[in-house]
């Protein structure tokens, strides 16, 4: 064998041992999941509250997501309050984005700072979406979580008034009831930036 040769195989053999030992690309997760539009539903949400109470206002929304595979229903709750009175809450829910349903509970006199649809550019698909692509989908994918929701509320407790009006924002939260693992995603309603990720795994 010649020394070109030597080298020739030398070189194809280097070749072969860097291509078995390089890291493999991660896969890509292609788990999608889906949700109802809470902007969609609003002003029908807003009629049917104000039919019964005219001077309720919004103070957050909650709606499931489920994988594109699930066919559960999905539900979509509006959380109203009024200064007239205090004490009573107000919940318009929708589900699969059909017959709103209208429910009435009582609570201890509270402070409540209203949430205007300006508040809120981004819709929950659009949230979900933000949150899925970054880092939502590797955990579904890994732990299949069975409760899975949006909230959209204020910054800060209900309570915490004195701060002021704080940034509006789309909680989103994967919840693996069988595991106890757990994914929190928190997306600015406004901005579409997202502010804080928790996790909690076994």
Same mark, same amino acid.
Not at 67 to 84: C, G
Not at 134 to 141: D, L, M, P, S
Not at 148 to 163: E, F, G, M, P, S
């Given at each position: 064998?010649?020394?070109? =040769?030597?080298? =020739?195989?030398?070189?194809?053999?280097?070749?072969?041992?860097?291509?078995?030992?390089?890291?493999? @690309?991660?896969?890509? =997760?292609?788990?999608?999941?889906?949700?109802?539009?809470?902007?969609?539903?609003?002003?029908?949400? *807003?009629?049917?509250?104000?039919?019964?109470? @005219? !001077?309720?206002? *919004? /103070?957050?929304?909650?709606? !499931?997501?489920?994988? /594109?595979?699930?066919?559960?229903?999905?539900?979509?709750?509006?959380?109203?309050?009024?200064?007239?009175?205090?004490?009573?809450?107000?919940?318009?829910?929708?589900?699969?984005?059909?017959? @709103?349903?209208?429910?009435?509970?009582?609570?201890?006199?509270?402070?409540?700072?209203?949430?205007?649809?300006?508040?809120?550019?981004?819709?929950?698909?659009?949230?979900?979406?933000?949150?899925?692509?970054? /880092?939502? =989908?590797?955990?579904?994918?890994?732990?299949?979580?069975?409760?899975?929701?949006?909230?959209?509320?204020?910054?800060?407790?209900?309570?915490?008034?004195?701060?002021?009006?704080?940034?509006?924002?789309?909680?989103?939260?994967?919840?693996?009831?069988?595991?106890?693992?757990? *994914?929190?995603?928190?997306? !600015?309603?406004?901005?579409?930036?997202?502010?804080?990720?928790?996790?909690?795994? @076994?």
């Amino acid at each position: 064998m010649t020394r070109t =040769c030597r080298l =020739c195989t030398l070189a194809i053999a280097i070749l072969i041992l860097t291509a078995c030992t390089s890291p493999t @690309p991660p896969d890509t =997760c292609t788990i999608s999941v889906h949700t109802i539009s809470a902007k969609r539903f609003y002003e029908e949400a *807003l009629e049917t509250v104000r039919q019964q109470q @005219p !001077d309720a206002f *919004l /103070v957050a929304i909650s709606v !499931d997501f489920r994988s /594109v595979a699930d066919d559960r229903p999905l539900k979509l709750t509006y959380h109203f309050e009024s200064p007239s009175t205090p004490t009573r809450s107000y919940r318009v829910q929708f589900t699969d984005g059909h017959d @709103p349903g209208f429910s009435i509970t009582t609570h201890p006199i509270d402070e409540y700072i209203p949430i205007a649809e300006q508040d809120w550019r981004v819709d929950s698909p659009e949230a979900l979406a933000i949150a899925h692509d970054r /880092v939502g =989908c590797q955990f579904f994918a890994k732990w299949r979580s069975e409760n899975t929701r949006l909230t959209l509320q204020r910054k800060y407790a209900t309570r915490d008034v004195a701060r002021g009006l704080n940034p509006v924002e789309w909680i989103i939260v994967y919840d693996s009831i069988v595991t106890k693992a757990m *994914l929190e995603v928190s997306v !600015d309603a406004l901005s579409g930036e997202i502010t804080h990720v928790s996790r909690s795994e @076994p």
